[in-house]
């Protein structure tokens, strides 16, 4: 007779071996007694000998628990009777208590395949502990409440640090997964992810045991997870389900509904035995706390101050995957099982340099590929002026190629027209409102989406992939009249249950019918949509305000080299990568987001930069205000994280980007800051009083270029030069005029 799987998979542990020898132990006691009732007293006198003799042999054994005792020598049969709580635990489909703990015994689905069985039960647990006392000491330990402790010890501190590459992401992120894949019952369809949130702190940190046949993602189906309430008093194992597509298909409302039922029909359908069965779950009060507490179906809370021994950490986990499995395979058996290619969450890949690096080399190797060739740097400066803010303004002569890189950059990340997921939406001269964009109720009072809300709303639904709006030639009508609002909405953007959200760009009251209201109702701009708008400046254009210069990140090209031709091996090799949204968005809305030991330096000496700079547009009112100094500060912080360009080289780009097109005019005023701002980028050599009243030598023979070969920041150098120039032949300068 061949033991019975479920036999033989209570003892598949690398925790103590308690198991083992209480089992061990019940057998020789029947051996001896003949009798299936066993004297609880007598088994654990057994078990305690097996221990003494070991320990006494000098033999490698499990030490006792260091809260009974150092050494099993100086154990009583009381303690020993309290130490047998947990492993019995762990056998309960198997072995059983009886006469109010005064008995052990077997249960009947073993006594029912006859004795055979237990010499069959007992050359396995023999066999398995030869082996367990070989490996044992030479695994490196893992202490599962060690781990528990220190999350809950350190959390709060660490929600006032910076949320980039700290030591509990990669504890949730890498080395928890790793430890409890170790664990023998988890199976090897199990994904285990963690997350302390998305590039800001969560409010209830969370470890999740998936199998991927019914679930690849948290957002839906039934999993179970370790939750940490918001305050850190209690940690949770639960058995848990997904909120979010639930409540995104259904609304809040029906969706709450819906998990409530289902709540109710798995408390009904699976023994969830030492498990709570209740509302009383407390995680935090509102948001996607609340979402998890309506959602559990069971729990077990540990205190902090009061977290269980390993053995009983794991005995639970166990216990409850043994339930998780059983409703695992029912599901299968009746094909009841969820979409499993609902969007995953990327919260499992850290975006690294490395990972940054090979997403930026795939985009560079697309866009060649497709014949097209942008300067040194551009991709990446690009790339950093997104993640920074999801609003970015392509500035140049018409046939640079300003709207193509847009298109080339979305398709190489797996965003194309095909898909939905790029729009180009060409802006009319006659835009005067934002209803083309956002949309507007006819006369019957039925709700007409523009283009914009379109997108808002698929892109709303399909959250981890990155969804770009193109808006060529945006200033062939007046910005501020048609864009207006959606500046002024991209401003509320704030953190909300470990995503980025902001204020409604519809309000449901605004909508008539209610149709309208469910499905527009409140409707506001995801964290995944990036607003990309093309400009050429002349004199058919309108200039833009500070309102739009201080949102956006305006990347000028003009330079145009006409000799650079396609390779010959054009059309080959390389593919679009989809690429998760984790990789544009934005990791701090402010900059109390991103201060921290690792980071204060950087922005102390670029706000120092700043307001060295600041102190000269003073004389011009063109000084910037904290909304410029905190996104100049992210962008050379991403930078300074991913290894894109030199500190310089990304100052230069902001320095061009965020300060330069704020300046235009005609007085001497303007012409006495450009060349200030010209000794900031060259050196504190550059003489401002030789060109104050007459600039024409600065231009002549090779002066000018031995001027710019040596600035520290030479793009913005050449700019300036170029607007001072400008002011010089004309009487007037600008950014925008070439």
């Not at 150092?70 to 492993?87: A, F, G």
């Not at 635990?89 to 006469?99: C, F, G, I, M, N």
Request: aromatic share 10%.
């Amino acid at each position: 007779m061949s033991l019975p799987v479920e036999l033989a998979n209570i003892f598949r542990t690398k925790q103590k071996s308690y198991k083992m020898v209480l089992v061990l132990a019940m057998i020789d006691t029947w051996r001896e007694t003949h009798d299936q009732m066993l004297k609880f007293d007598d088994v654990a006198r057994r078990f305690l000998t097996y221990y003494q003799y070991r320990e006494g042999s000098g033999n490698v054994v499990d030490s006792p628990p260091s809260y009974l005792s150092t050494r099993w020598e100086s154990m009583n049969l009381s303690q020993v009777r309290s130490l047998l709580d947990t492993p019995i635990e762990a056998l309960r489909s198997v072995v059983v208590k009886q006469a109010d703990g005064a008995f052990l015994t077997f249960a009947d689905s073993v006594w029912s395949q006859g004795e055979a069985v237990l010499f069959e039960l007992q050359d396995y647990a023999n066999r398995e502990l030869d082996l367990y006392h070989r490996h044992l000491g030479q695994e490196p330990s893992f202490s599962l409440k060690e781990s528990l402790v220190h999350i809950l010890q350190t959390y709060p501190q660490a929600k006032t640090e910076t949320f980039a590459n700290h030591e509990l992401g990669a504890l949730f992120r890498k080395k928890l997964p790793e430890q409890l894949r170790s664990l023998p019952f988890i199976s090897e369809h199990i994904r285990i992810q963690g997350s302390v949130g998305q590039g800001n702190w969560a409010t209830v940190p969370w470890l999740a045991l998936m199998d991927t046949r019914i679930t690849k993602s948290t957002q839906y189906g039934e999993y179970i997870v370790y939750l940490f309430a918001e305050d850190m008093s209690a940690v949770y194992l639960t058995f848990n389900q997904g909120v979010t597509k639930p409540i995104q298909e259904r609304g809040r409302k029906e969706g709450y509904k819906f998990l409530q039922q289902k709540v109710a029909e798995l408390r009904e359908s699976f023994d969830f035995q030492g498990f709570s069965k209740d509302e009383n779950i407390h995680l935090t009060s509102a948001g996607l706390g609340r979402d998890y507490q309506v959602s559990t179906v069971a729990y077990k809370r540990y205190d902090a101050s009061n977290i269980p021994s390993d053995d009983q950490l794991v005995v639970d986990l166990e216990q409850l995957m043994t339930t998780y499995r059983e409703y695992v395979d029912r599901k299968l058996q009746t094909d009841q099982v969820d979409d499993p290619e609902y969007p995953l969450e990327t919260v499992e890949e850290s975006m690294d340099d490395e990972v940054v690096r090979g997403h930026l080399d795939g985009i560079q190797a697309y866009i060649k590929n497709k014949g097209f060739a942008y300067p040194p740097g551009l991709i990446e400066n690009f790339y950093l002026s997104l993640k920074t803010k999801p609003f970015v303004i392509l500035a140049g002569v018409s046939g640079t190629g300003k709207t193509k890189l847009i298109k080339l950059f979305a398709e190489a990340m797996g965003a194309t027209s095909e898909n939905g997921r790029f729009t180009l939406i060409p802006v009319r001269p006659d835009w005067s409102d934002p209803s083309d964009l956002i949309g507007y109720s006819d006369l019957s009072g039925k709700f007409r989406p523009g283009r914009v809300t379109e997108v808002l709303l698929e892109a709303s639904q399909n959250p981890s992939k990155p969804y770009f709006i193109c808006l060529d030639e945006m200033n062939l009508a007046r910005v501020e009249h048609y864009f207006s609002d959606m500046l002024s909405i991209l401003e509320t953007q704030e953190w909300r249950d470990e995503r980025i959200a902001t204020a409604p760009i519809l309000h449901s009251s605004s909508l008539v019918q209610d149709e309208d209201q469910e499905v527009y109702g409140n409707l506001s701009i995801p964290e995944n949509v990036y607003l990309v708008g093309t400009v050429n400046m002349d004199e058919t254009t309108h200039p833009f305000s500070k309102k739009v210069l201080d949102r956006a990140n305006t990347i000028e090209f003009n330079d145009i080299f006409l000799d650079r031709y396609p390779d010959e091996e054009l059309g080959r090799g390389q593919r679009p990568e989809a690429t998760p949204n984790r990789f544009l968005r934005s990791d701090y809305l402010q900059l109390v987001d991103a201060y921290g030991a690792d980071s204060k330096d950087l922005i102390r000496s670029t706000t120092e930069k700043l307001m060295n700079i600041n102190s000269t547009l003073e004389e011009i009112h063109a000084h910037v205000g904290f909304r410029i100094r905190d996104a100049v500060c992210f962008y050379m912080l991403y930078n300074q994280r991913f290894g894109l360009l030199t500190e310089d080289e990304a100052f230069d780009h902001q320095l061009l980007q965020k300060i330069l097109p704020r300046i235009q005019g005609s007085s001497a005023s303007i012409r006495r800051v450009l060349l200030k701002l010209m000794r900031e980028c060259v050196d504190f050599s550059f003489a401002v009083n030789e060109y104050e009243e007459d600039m024409t030598s600065l231009f002549e023979g090779d002066k000018f270029k031995s001027l710019i070969d040596r600035a520290k920041y030479p793009r913005s150098a050449k700019k300036i030069a170029s607007m001072l120039r400008r002011l010089e032949e004309d009487g007037f300068t600008s950014y925008w005029l070439s």
